[in-house]
């Protein structure tokens, strides 16, 4: 009788105990799902944040290059400047020259201020349009970069670009 007793007590100390490995293990398998969905998220996050970052790495590149060549048209325009002012003051000196000689000499202050002025004027248009054909050409490019080429892990998680 006592083995019987002690048998069926153990019996059901065990069967106790596997229904509470079976409630654990539910448990477990439960926290695993979620964990499993937990880095699924994380990982999708993780790679939009990098596909970003690189689209960030090559706007600043192209922001670099923009400025570079904006930079390189500025001294361009800065020397083209300099080079109409000083032949406009050459042309100027020599219009100059000739007017003194020929002694009408009130005229030459007259005819110096717009010799220098039409060639500067003229190299400061010049650098006007060559600069803002760059800027539009930059625009346009820009505006090509910007539309949408799909194919990001934006569009896996179905958070898409805004239209």
């Not at 105990?17 to 964990?35: G, M, P, R, Y």
């Not at 005229?107 to 400061?124: N, T």
Request: with cysteine; proline share 4%.
């Amino acid at each position: 009788f006592f083995f019987f007793f002690f048998f069926t007590m153990q019996a059901d100390e065990v069967l106790e105990l596997q229904e509470q490995l079976a409630a654990v293990q539910t448990v477990n398998a439960s926290l695993q799902a979620s964990i499993d969905k937990e880095l699924d998220i994380l990982e999708a996050r993780i790679e939009e944040a990098e596909f970003e970052r690189q689209e960030n790495v090559a706007a600043i590149r192209a922001l670099r290059h923009h400025v570079s060549a904006e930079a390189d048209i500025l001294a361009a325009c800065a020397a083209t400047l300099v080079r109409a002012w000083l032949a406009g003051l050459a042309f100027a000196a020599l219009c100059s020259g000739v007017v003194l000689l020929s002694e009408a000499a009130f005229i030459a202050p007259l005819l110096l201020l717009p010799l220098v002025l039409a060639p500067l004027g003229l190299g400061f248009a010049q650098c006007k349009v060559e600069l803002s054909s760059y800027r539009l050409e930059a625009a346009r490019i820009e505006e090509g970069r910007r539309r949408p080429a799909g194919g990001g892990p934006s569009d896996a998680l179905g958070q898409g670009p805004p239209l």
